[in-house]
């Protein structure tokens, strides 16, 4: 790759951008590339492939267009080669897209599946009804400040007690309130919603569906939801 087309993409309009990013989204394969993606961790070409059920050589090049729109990122160690999604701010884009596509005139009943809807991941967080009892919890007890966008001192101390380790290197924001696709109410993102699910996989209290985004919380884990946030 040249320089020049190295930085090519920096010397695009904004509304350039957006008809960019928008193309690389608009196919039914990359999209399911994407959402397979939200799970936070990397794959390769051949387990994308093997997702979205097409041919190798396909997925390929539907991967360098996401690639060359910035939607993703190509990671090497060894001889293999791992695709992620390029930040924190593209898996909240994709979120907030699923929540458009499944708005409808009246809020009908979710039609998501039972276990994607109660517990799941949003990139590096926790979402679906589980993630959003905890956010309203936080909420109520005045963890959370009222925009959503940090830890108050009490919820700091909370989180400390509790073992939940927060990030204080972390360049992203310390909290954020994140829109939640099935449930239509918000979840922690930012930092509070990592260090979240961080924990919950550190102490076993959730495992993760293999190759999908679906999560099943422990018998450990439902004590320490009950324990830390009182869950009924």
Known sequence: MTQAQAIQPNTLSVEQRIAEVASAISDDS?????????DGRAW?????????H??????????????KSGLV?????????????????IAALLESMMCISTQQVQAPESRAPAMLRH???CYDHLAGEVAVKIYQFMRQ???ITPD?????SKGTQAFLQAGITLNTASRRKPCAACLDWSERQFHAGGETGAALLRTFEQNNWLVRTPGYREVTITPAGE??????????
Do not use: P
């Open 30 to 38: 990359r999209a399911t590339m994407l959402c397979a993606l939200m």
């Open 44 to 52: 390769t070409a051949t387990e994308l492939s093997s997702t979205t």
């Open 54 to 67: 097409i041919a190798a050589s396909t997925a390929s090049a539907h991967l360098a267009k996401l690639l």
């Open 119 to 121: 517990a799941r991941t």
């Open 223 to 232: 004590k320490a939801l009950r324990r830390i946030f009182y869950f009924s």
């Open 141 to 143: 007890a005045e963890w």
């Open 148 to 152: 959503g966008c940090a830890l108050t």
């Open 73 to 89: 990122q190509c990671v090497t160690q060894g001889r293999h080669r791992y695709y992620r999604l390029a930040g924190h701010d």
